[in-house]
């Protein structure tokens, strides 16, 4: 079945630090590939997605570029702040079997801490 | 443009009670996917609804149930529960589109702490 994979946290960075995150993914179809973040106490909120090979998501001075050959999707930024510090998770959205269902697969996410 | 609302916000239960979650879709989304997210790990999917219809279901046992309404809001009802079923519940509203790489918007989500 479908999973994803993140490096694992928590990150501790000082601002305007530069930000990777891995992410790796394996999936039987030709997935979409998305990051979330969540923020302390609240819901996820879509930061960027990518729906081909090859596309670059970016959002906010985030990056991620979809590469179907290493089947990776590495969240970067060039310089961090402070408010950047939340969860971030990685995700892939792919067709149930043989339905209409697009459900998303998370990683278990990676904690980030930026200091000022 | 209302965002995807849920209610409540918190709750607590005893071990083998019955609960019910409510999620308001997103304005114009038909599409309503339910996932579990255990404190410190991803959500998982337990389900998704499409126009009133289950299109879809994670590896979750049948006490996990849901409903979507005319109106596309939808609730999710977990029977006899236990322990392990203290989590954060979130619910997500899309609109499915061609080629169905839509995008899935999250709400708040219900912390349901079984005792």
């Known amino acids: 079945g479908d999973s994803v994979t993140q490096m694992e946290g928590p990150v501790t960075l000082s601002e305007e630090a530069f930000l990777t995150i891995n992410c790796t993914y394996t999936a039987t179809g030709y997935p979409s590939l998305f990051w979330y973040v969540q923020y302390p106490g609240e819901g996820l909120q879509l930061l960027l997605k990518a729906t081909k090979a090859d596309d670059k998501g970016s959002n906010k001075g985030f990056e991620a570029t979809y590469r179907k050959e290493t089947t990776s999707f590495h969240l970067e930024k060039g310089s961090v702040q402070v408010s950047d510090s939340a969860v971030y998770f990685c995700a892939l959205s792919d067709r149930g079997s043989g339905g209409s269902n697009y459900k998303l697969t998370f990683g278990k996410g990676t904690l980030l801490t930026v200091n000022p | 443009e209302t965002g995807v609302t849920q209610s409540p916000t918190h709750l607590i239960k005893t071990r083998g009670q019955q609960v019910t979650l409510r999620c308001s879709s997103q304005s114009g989304h038909n599409t309503v996917s339910w996932y579990q997210q255990a404190l410190g790990q991803g959500p998982q999917f337990i389900f998704q609804y499409y126009r009133e219809e289950e299109n879809g279901r994670g590896n979750f046992p049948p006490r996990f149930s849901g409903l979507q309404f005319p109106n596309y809001s939808s609730e999710l009802n977990v029977n006899a529960l236990e322990l392990d079923d203290s989590a954060l519940y979130l619910c997500?509203?899309?609109?499915?589109?061609?080629?169905?790489?839509?995008?899935?918007?999250f709400g708040p989500g219900t912390r349901l702490t079984v005792t």
């Open positions: 997500a509203s899309s609109l499915e589109a061609g080629g169905g790489t839509y995008e899935q918007y």
